[in-house]
């Protein structure tokens, strides 16, 4: 690998977008090629983002010879058969979350990168950002005392939207659990692990698609209370407590610039500014990681992936929420 990383870029809607401005501002960063299933697409997104080759195949992006990781961005339900065909051509992955529609899913392509020995990482960019870094420090350093309670959600109104839309997309994996139900689930499981036991109840829209769906997460003397939801808008806040004290993240919190920490000293405001819009800090990650010869992170690793995935699992099991090509 050569002094700067060479990244590729398949599935080029806003996601991938904002990933590629983000990677703009890494000087170690060069997006070498795109690629979509459309060359027009490919050739205006290349020339937006000054990358140097397009493709209208992601075969072809995955055979170039000059890229060394590909950041994939597809809707979910491709993620495996991509991120798999990506890494049998010896490529490094960075995978939008979720990694996997299901368990099956993430253990096959945790397995694929074992078998050609690349870097796989799913693509949780808000386990990188520097304020939820630091309130896990401040748990972990036992600022807030004994964990006992944390709330989370993440809604926003998504029902004046076509059927036909990714968002409901039922053979795209659609509905809220996976696409940002997996936040909250993200921030419960960093903090307190693997519940002990899990209640969830969801709403479906008229084609069978979950819309809405809160979850109670039992820990042994603790309880976390997770919604996530295309009905309405939401806070977007979090709040985690404790015996001796709170961590408030506003709105919108898996992307907080900051937090508010109050205890028995008072109330503290601090600022934690992203760089970028915050995918700097996943890039910065893979980097590390790369430069090291790792095939995996410490800071979110594949067991993580593994058991975030059982717990999105659990709750589709809960609430009977299933994709047509699961059955």
Known sequence: ??????????????????????????????????????????????????????????????????????????????????????????????????????????????????????????????????????????????????????????????MDRPLESRLFNLDLAGGTILDIGIYPVFLSYILMGMPREIAAFSNFNAIGTEIQTSAIFQYEGAQAVLNSSFTNETRMSAEISGTQGSIYLSPRWHEAQGYELKTADGVEKVNLPTIGRGYTHEILEVHRCLQENKTESKLWSHRNSLELITLLDMIRTKTGTQFPFEV
């Open 1 to 158: 690998m050569g002094k700067n990383i060479q990244w590729g870029i398949v599935g080029l809607g806003k996601i991938a977008q904002h990933f590629a401005d983000d990677l703009k501002l890494d000087s170690e960063a060069e997006l070498k090629a795109v690629a979509s299933r459309s060359m027009d697409k490919a050739k205006e997104f290349a020339e937006k983002n000054n990358a140097r080759t397009s493709y209208d195949s992601y075969e072809a992006l995955f055979n170039d010879p000059a890229v060394d990781v590909v950041y994939i961005a597809t809707p979910h339900s491709f993620h495996k058969n991509v991120a798999i065909q990506a890494m049998r051509a010896g490529k490094h992955v960075l995978c939008e979350k979720p990694l996997g529609v299901n368990r099956t899913e993430v253990e096959a392509m945790l397995s694929a990168a074992k078998e050609n020995g690349v870097f796989l990482m799913e693509a949780l960019w808000s386990r990188f950002n520097p304020t939820i870094v630091k309130m896990l420090q401040l748990v972990t350093d036992g600022t807030l005392g004994e964990l006992k309670y944390i709330n989370a959600d993440f809604g926003f109104y998504g």
